[in-house]
């Protein structure tokens, strides 16, 4: 299966997405991951307030396949996170990169963005899997 993958996205190489708005970033989880998930039955998602550090585990996601762990991509604290996936947790599968978004994230370290993977790396690196 062929994914598009916004141009002005920045990837993770644990398949989440930054999306830079202002001195804010959301963070949601790519469409691939979401489609190698399957049926996804429950989002744990961490309280406004909360400090992300990099590469550390910030929740979970429950499929009907498995339980996997969600990972910072970078450093900062949660100023807002998507309710509505939290109730209806398939709003994450129809439509990953948009109303499937999982939090906004004000960055303590900015250029842990360049650090991150373009659209078409990150295309490049799915499909070779």
Do not use: C
């Amino acid at each position: 299966m062929a994914f598009q993958f916004p141009d002005h996205f920045r990837f993770a190489d644990s398949h989440e997405y930054l999306l830079v708005d202002g001195d804010l970033v959301r963070l949601g989880l790519s469409a691939f991951a979401v489609d190698q998930l399957g049926d996804i039955v429950f989002v744990d998602l961490p309280e406004v307030g909360t400090e992300l550090s990099r590469g550390k585990s910030f929740g979970s996601i429950e499929s009907v396949k498995a339980v996997e762990e969600m990972y910072s991509p970078i450093s900062g604290e949660v100023v807002q996170r998507n309710e509505s996936v939290l109730s209806s947790p398939e709003e994450l599968q129809n439509d990953p990169h948009g109303e499937g978004w999982l939090l906004v994230i004000r960055p303590k370290q900015a250029d842990q963005l360049d650090e991150l993977m373009d659209a078409a790396t990150y295309a490049s690196k799915v499909a070779a899997m």
